[in-house]
């Protein structure tokens, strides 16, 4: 039997190639109803995503090859979901990064635009940043989609499959490790 690349055999590769037409077109449309998008306004993020699912799904072949359809199934929706979170992960860091290097910083509260308001400002959103990448997921994946994303608890809900009511005890357990993290008045604990 010849190898083929990634060390997968002619009767893995057919096992594989067949899984991938059985439930690419499912795979990319989970991955733009996590994303709160349309394929045809974002197909290239889409198809970018599904590859990355894909090239996943090669590296560990043996949560697919010879299982059955559930589990297979079921492994393919854990891969979709963390490939999403990671991508959405990493937009958020791009986000706040260039949020935070605008050559104009916003006004504060206090209206104070000063070189310490501004400096301040930067310390406490890096302070939050990391009180929130500390956080496990999807608690971690549910705050940037409330308060970045601005999505609502229904919308939330639907994407992770669970109540309304959980989305908001999660918030809300979210929201005060956060504060425990940074400290009431914005300085670490």
């Not at 297979?72 to 958020?92: C, E, F, K, Q």
């Not at 000063?114 to 500390?134: C, F, H, K, M, N």
Request: hydrophobic residues 35%.
């Amino acid at each position: 039997m010849r190898t083929e690349p990634y060390g997968l055999g002619e009767a893995e590769r057919d096992e594989l190639a067949a899984f991938y037409e059985e439930t690419r077109e499912r795979t990319a449309a989970m991955i733009c109803k996590l994303l709160g998008v349309s394929f045809a306004e974002h197909r290239a993020l889409t198809e970018d995503l599904t590859q990355e699912v894909y090239l996943k799904v090669i590296r560990y072949r043996k949560r697919f090859l010879g299982q059955p359809e559930e589990l297979r199934w079921g492994n393919l929706v854990m891969m979709i979901r963390n490939v999403v979170s990671n991508y959405r992960r990493h937009a958020a860091k791009l986000r706040f990064t260039s949020a935070d290097s605008d050559e104009h910083p916003p006004d504060g509260d206090d209206g104070e635009t000063g070189p310490e308001a501004v400096l301040l400002r930067e310390e406490t959103a890096e302070r939050v940043r990391r009180a929130v990448d500390a956080l496990p997921s999807p608690a971690r994946e549910i705050v940037i989609e409330r308060y970045w994303f601005e999505r609502s608890y229904e919308e939330i809900g639907a994407m992770y499959g669970i109540k309304r009511a959980t989305v908001g005890t999660i918030l809300h357990r979210s929201l005060e490790k956060i504060g425990k993290e940074i400290g009431e008045d914005g300085r670490e604990a």
